[in-house]
């Protein structure tokens, strides 16, 4: 008789970099930056990747005007992130089509104080990637170099490894 568990297809995290205590996270604190097929939940960010050669588009981040992937808060719907990266990959691209999940910075704050934002003790930043171009300003920002701009986000090893 055939089993039926054996058609499902087991997501694989690989674990591509991770940090013991960064400096941007509460104390006894981590992050990992993991790469796998299916989003992890509970997703707090999704930010959309749009990748022409070493280039990728990027917008003025609203907190603090740097170039950084479009992103959207996951404050509504489910919890993997699906209908906001949906929502920006459209805003972005003016297209339907539905972006790829790539893989996710996983913060690990197992105490957080009362002004932790995020949800604990694991909070997701997911990164979706798709071919769409954009149809909205922006900057193409090259990740190729060693010196890159980009370089010290947190989701860059994501960008390396797609």
């Known amino acids: 008789m055939p089993d039926p568990a054996a058609d499902q297809v087991v997501d694989v995290e690989r674990i591509l970099a991770e940090s013991a205590h960064p400096a941007w996270l509460p104390s006894g ?7 796998r097929r299916e989003p992890p939940q509970p997703m707090s960010l999704v930010r ?5 050669g070493d280039d990728v588009f990027c917008v003025p981040r609203a907190d603090s005007g740097k170039l950084d992937l479009p992103t959207r808060a996951t404050a509504e719907g489910p919890a993997d992130g699906s209908a906001a990266i949906a929502a920006l990959s459209e805003a972005v691209t003016g297209s339907r089509v539905r972006p790829v ?6 913060n690990i704050v197992p105490d957080p104080p009362a002004t932790y934002p995020w949800p604990a003790p694991c909070a997701h930043f997911g990164v979706w990637s798709t071919d769409e171009p954009p149809v909205v300003d ?11 701009l980009l370089r010290d986000r947190h989701w860059f090893p994501l960008v390396r490894a797609v």
């Open 101 to 106: 999940f790539v893989g996710a910075v996983r």
């Open 48 to 52: 959309l990747l749009l990748r022409l």
């Open 29 to 35: 604190s981590r992050v990992e930056i993991v790469q």
């Open 138 to 148: 922006g900057t193409w920002v090259d990740v190729g170099r060693g010196d890159s």
